[in-house]
């Protein structure tokens, strides 16, 4: 099963910062939102991606002051992204790899969808249930 899969599963919006931001919008996105990164967007191409560990980071290296600093300044840069033809199992091993938790899918140079480790996790466990009730209806009927 591909990333295409996924996508096409009912998600919510995809929420995005612009390198100009503000940590302090973005942080406050984040937390309305309660999720864990975003991506950075100029002209729909990802240039990076804000997340948690990047606030944290941020408040360790520069203190107060990361708060008025553009995403743009503190973003995880170049983005690792991703194809939608790509595996599942690919993409899990990719983000276990990386110790990463989101990633980007993109299409000719452009966004077309965002997913976290939790979406594939939920998308193999959603399939390993059909199998097996798949498994048990094939007993249950032989």
């Known amino acids: 099963m591909t990333i295409a899969k ?78 939608k033809e790509m595996a599942i199992l690919t993409a899990l091993s990719l983000m276990t790899r990386r110790r990463i938790r989101h990633l980007p899918v993109v299409e000719g140079g452009q966004m077309v969808g965002f997913i976290s480790i939790g979406d594939l996790v939920k998308s193999r466990i959603d399939r390993i249930e059909a199998e097996a009730a798949a498994m048990r209806e094939y007993i249950q009927s032989a």
């Open 6 to 83: 996924v996508l096409d599963s009912p998600r919510g919006p995809i929420h995005q910062a612009q390198a100009t931001d503000s940590v302090t919008d973005v942080v406050a996105l984040l937390a309305e939102r309660r999720i864990g990164a975003v991506p950075v967007v100029e002209g729909g191409a990802v240039v990076g991606i804000f997340s948690e560990r990047d606030v944290i980071y941020g408040l360790s290296t520069k203190g107060a002051a990361l708060l008025d600093m553009p995403v743009g300044e503190v973003m995880t840069k170049p983005a690792v992204t991703i194809e």
